[in-house]
């Protein structure tokens, strides 16, 4: 049975339709300046690849789907109000293509659910995984069974819980406690009713986080890196065009141009787990996989390629696809993974990789500020 629109849910839906738009004009500065630091990384070049580039294998395993690339639509939107498309037309492009897909917050539904068409997408991608999202700040107010009976009723593979306390503490009315977060997180993972991912929204997640998470149950990490969208930019964006009534905490935006931890170097903190930190720091030569998804930040697939060859089980991407179907619709969404694909088999032609396992072997090399950035974090991180 449907519930009337109360004031929360029609003011988190022009929310969302506000982020959206920010998010889609490329004359609003809302990405991190720093990028997500896979520029200062160099894959090896082999000229005797011994590999047919016709026959290079990129598909990846994710939630028990062989998926074509290793590339997830990163949770973006839902429950807009204004019958958008957006997830429709990118739940077919999932299908069409083989990737997995994943939705925006949730959150409207338990306010309005007749917003459920907007989250419901599995009957224009059955055979891809489709991704549920909560904030982790809505997590105490929302009991683990009543979580997962909606992510139930969308027909989803797993259940994304979403830290933002960077966009949170700027936002208007923004969730400021995030006391016990860890522990409902805990306690939905304990829920066993399906896999549990948790993702950062553009300021990452420290290694020791990483490990802590999954030693708790979550199935994946989604690292959600500094280099790409930043929330706390995107909310000073829209906060020049508030309703009346609403304020804005603008200084701490403006402070923290550059905030967070950058996906690349996350990646490699984590590799270097255990590094004795010689002459040839060991994530330079010698990567295992983790349950770890690289967004944040990736824009292409010699972006993909960096990061795979770091660990990641695949990567993520959310504002190329915004921005691109802002600019040509459809047929821009079509040609963007096209060329991601392309760029991602040529780089693995070029590196003698066959597959996504032969790329983890890979050399990798990278100057010495990045060198130092990875070792100082993994210090930190241990201390």
Not at 76 to 101: C, K
Not at 157 to 184: K, Y
Request: net charge negative.
């Amino acid at each position: 049975m449907n519930t009337p629109l109360d004031a929360d849910g029609a003011r988190i839906s022009r929310r969302k339709l506000r982020h959206l738009d920010v998010c889609a004009d490329p004359a609003m500065p809302v990405e991190d300046p720093r990028g997500a630091g896979f520029d200062n990384l160099h894959l090896v070049h082999e000229c005797l690849p011994e590999a047919d580039a016709d026959a290079i294998d990129t598909c990846c395993e994710f939630l028990g789907y062989t998926c074509r690339l290793p590339l997830l639509i990163s949770c973006m939107t839902g429950g807009t109000g204004d019958g958008s498309p957006f997830n429709v037309i990118l739940a077919r492009l999932a299908q069409e293509r083989g990737l997995p897909l994943g939705l925006g917050s949730m959150r409207i539904l338990f306010h309005d659910q007749g917003a459920i068409p907007d989250f419901a997408m599995r009957r224009y991608a059955p055979d891809v995984p489709l991704l549920a999202n909560i904030g982790a700040a809505q997590l105490e107010g929302l009991e683990s069974g009543r979580l997962v009976e909606m992510a139930r009723r969308l027909e989803v593979d797993a259940l994304v819980v979403h830290l933002n306390p960077g966009q949170e503490i700027v936002q208007p009315g923004g969730d400021r406690d995030f006391r016990g977060v860890s522990d409902a997180i805990r306690r939905l993972c304990d829920h066993g009713a399906m896999p549990v991912i948790v993702k950062e929204t553009g300021h990452g997640i420290r290694p020791r986080r990483v490990r802590e998470l999954l030693a708790s149950g979550v199935a994946w990490v989604d690292l959600a890196g500094a280099g790409g969208t930043d929330w706390l930019q995107v909310e000073s964006c829209r906060g020049q065009q508030l309703e009346s009534g609403e304020s804005f905490a603008g200084g701490i935006a403006s402070d923290c141009v550059a905030w967070g931890l950058q996906t690349a170097v996350i990646l490699a903190a984590l590799a270097a787990d255990g590094d004795n930190e010689g002459d040839i720091p060991g994530w330079l030569v010698s990567r295992r996989p983790l349950p770890v998804i690289a967004s944040g930040g990736v824009k292409s697939g010699l972006d993909i390629a960096r990061a795979i060859a770091l660990g990641a089980g695949l990567a993520g991407m959310a504002l190329p696809f915004v921005r691109a179907h802002a600019a040509g619709g459809e047929a821009a969404l079509e040609r963007l993974v096209l060329t991601i694909g392309e760029s991602l088999r040529s780089v693995m032609f070029l590196c003698g990789a066959r597959n996504l396992a032969g790329l983890r072997r890979v050399g990798l090399m990278a100057g010495s500020e990045f060198v130092t950035a990875v070792r100082q974090l993994a210090a930190v991180d241990r201390g």
